[in-house]
């Protein structure tokens, strides 16, 4: 069974435990959800409960370290790097993974709004 969970409410969560809650509940998630004006439903509520099952009791650090290789695969190369390389051609020199990629746009914010809309 494949569940759908919201970036909001991941988000959530990891600020709860990143803030010293070691076991985030459903009503302390809500919460969170609430204070930037957004609604957490009935049915996502059982999405939520499903998170937190998942992933309470868990080294947290070490879900997002397997979670960042996994991310991995939408990491490009960097455009000024990929020209370098056309203009040395040839040339061969060891560079660190943070001058050689950058993070992909995926458009979103924080809490699923666009990146690029303008909040009043």
Excluded: H, W
């Excluded at 997002?64 to 695969?73: D, P, V």
């Amino acid at each position: 069974m494949k569940i759908k969970f919201y970036m909001k409410f991941i988000c959530a969560y990891l600020l709860l435990r990143k803030g010293g809650k070691t076991n985030p509940t459903v009503e302390d998630i809500r919460r969170v959800i609430n204070s930037v004006q957004q609604v957490v439903s009935k049915e996502d509520e059982k999405r939520v409960e499903i998170l937190i099952k998942l992933l309470n009791e868990k080294d947290i650090e070490e879900v997002m370290r397997i979670g960042k290789e996994k991310l991995a695969f939408f990491v490009r190369p960097n455009k000024k790097e990929e020209k370098k390389e056309e203009e040395d051609e040839g040339e061969e020199e060891e560079v660190s993974d943070a001058e050689t990629v950058e993070p992909c746009d995926l458009g979103l914010g924080l809490f699923g709004n666009s990146s690029d809309s303008d909040s009043d």
